[in-house]
Structure formats: structure tokens, C-alpha cells
């Protein structure tokens, strides 16, 4: 008889700080900041909305009430992911 495991894998996400400059997060061992200024999104979310933050895979973040979907890569090299509007650009 083989067993299963029950319930799902988690992986470990935590805000642990709001500051005037970004959001800090800590991702199992590893402090992370996301810039307001790269991560614009977050710069009006409510407070609650912040911190109800997921981690569905080893390498993903989702924040559910802000529809937010991130890379732990973008977040760790924000530099290499510029945003880019497609609405600004002209045809």
C-alpha cells in the first residue's frame, strides 16, 4: 500500500516590512525588497491586500486581491525586466 501526502505544498512568503520605499519580503531564508519604483502596482494596494501574498511554486509570488503575478527572478533582477506598456507604444 502506498500512502499519499494530504494537503498541498506550500512555500514559505512572508511580508515582514512596508516602508515608504518598498515592500520587504522574506522568502524561505532570503530577505527580499520590491521597489515602489519598480514595482509600481503595489504603491496604492491596500495594506491587506499586500500582505495576503502566495507562493504556489518555488519560484512564483501571487498576490490574489491585485491579480499580481511575479518571478522570484524579477524581484531578485528587476533590472531585467523593464516594464514595458504595449499601450504607449504606437502601431
Do not use: C
Given at each position: 500500500?502506498?500512502?499519499?501526502?494530504?494537503?498541498?505544498?506550500?512555500?514559505?512568503?512572508?511580508?515582514?516590512?512596508?516602508?515608504?520605499?518598498?515592500?520587504?519580503?522574506?522568502?524561505?531564508?532570503?530577505?527580499?525588497l520590491l521597489p515602489f519604483k519598480e514595482f509600481p502596482?503595489?504603491?496604492?494596494?491596500?495594506?491587506?491586500?499586500?500582505?495576503?501574498?502566495?507562493?504556489?511554486?518555488?519560484?512564483?509570488?501571487?498576490?490574489?486581491?491585485?491579480?499580481?503575478?511575479?518571478?522570484?527572478?524579477?524581484?531578485?533582477?528587476?533590472?531585467?525586466?523593464?516594464?514595458?506598456?504595449?499601450?504607449?507604444?504606437?502601431?
Open positions: 500500500m502506498k500512502s499519499e501526502q494530504l494537503g498541498k505544498n506550500t512555500f514559505s512568503v512572508e511580508v515582514t516590512n512596508i516602508s515608504p520605499n518598498g515592500i520587504w519580503l522574506l522568502a524561505d531564508e532570503e530577505e527580499l502596482w503595489f504603491v496604492d494596494a491596500r495594506l491587506s491586500s499586500i500582505l495576503k501574498v502566495e507562493r504556489p511554486q518555488p519560484e512564483h509570488l501571487y498576490w490574489p486581491d491585485l491579480d499580481i503575478d511575479l518571478s522570484l527572478e524579477s524581484v531578485r533582477h528587476p533590472e531585467k525586466y523593464p516594464l514595458i506598456s504595449s499601450m504607449n507604444r504606437e502601431n
